[in-house]
């Protein structure tokens, strides 16, 4: 079954990082397709935050990155803020899907 | 300004149908793939479905194959999803999303409510 694993929760103080995993298989990041990351806010629809591996879009803090080695991706957030609480989503395509997968989701808290 | 007004959620019994709508402003409709992506209450997110630009290809998560299906308007510049033997399992928000390319979502909608209970 293919599936994008991220863990269930993270948790920093003010001012750290933190990063966010995403662990697919060969069918989905191994197979090269980009990754995507998602913020949502409580009770908000999904932001995009980072696209293709680690690009930002406009209006993204550089604070955000991301990365991709192998059929692994991470989500790395600098100089945590209290308002970047929320829920993170990584997101690939899966060829043996043919069709597109996110990852359960990971819940930041910033302590 | 791109935006996307999802529409049509409501409470349906199970085994009943419902159509969901999207309305889309702000770019060039007919130049773009969309996706449905659904949240089941406390859950995460699932992607559902997702039709080209013309029409012309479809995807379906393994869950709605042969329940659901999406299609568009070009003209109305609006999105759909009509629903079938809906089931408890498939009560969620569901959100349209403009698909750039590589699959990236790279605007959403606000999302409509859909409770299939009896």
């Known amino acids: 079954q293919s599936v994008l694993t991220q863990p269930p929760s993270v948790s920093g103080a003010p001012g750290q990082r933190v990063t966010i995993s995403c662990t697919g298989s060969s069918s989905n990041i191994g197979a090269g397709y980009d990754v995507h990351w998602y913020q949502q806010l409580p009770g908000t629809a999904p932001k995009l935050l980072i696209y293709?591996?680690?690009k930002r879009p406009s209006g993204v803090p550089d604070r955000f990155s991301g990365s991709q080695s192998g059929s692994s991706a991470s989500l790395a957030i600098t100089g945590l803020q209290a308002e970047d609480e929320a829920d993170y989503y990584c997101?690939?395509?899966?060829?043996?899907?043919?069709?597109?997968?996110f990852g359960g989701g990971t819940k930041l808290t910033v302590l | 300004e791109v935006q996307l007004v999802e529409s049509g959620g409501g409470l349906v019994q199970p085994g009943g149908s419902l159509r969901l709508s999207c309305a889309a402003s702000g770019f060039t409709f007919s130049t773009y793939w969309m996706t449905w992506v659904r949240q089941a209450p406390g859950k995460g997110l699932e992607w559902v479905a997702n039709?080209?630009?013309?029409?012309?290809?479809?995807q379906y998560v393994d869950s709605v194959k042969g329940r659901f299906t999406i299609f568009r308007d070009n003209a109305k510049n609006s999105l759909y999803l009509e629903m079938n033997s809906l089931r408890a399992e498939d009560t969620a928000v569901y959100y349209c999303a403009r698909s750039a390319t590589n699959d990236v979502n790279d605007y959403w909608g606000q999302g409509t409510l859909v409770t299939v209970s009896s």
């Open positions: 293709g591996n680690f």
């Open positions: 039709i080209k630009f013309d029409g012309g290809q479809k």
């Open positions: 997101q690939s395509y899966d060829n043996s899907l043919s069709g597109s997968l």
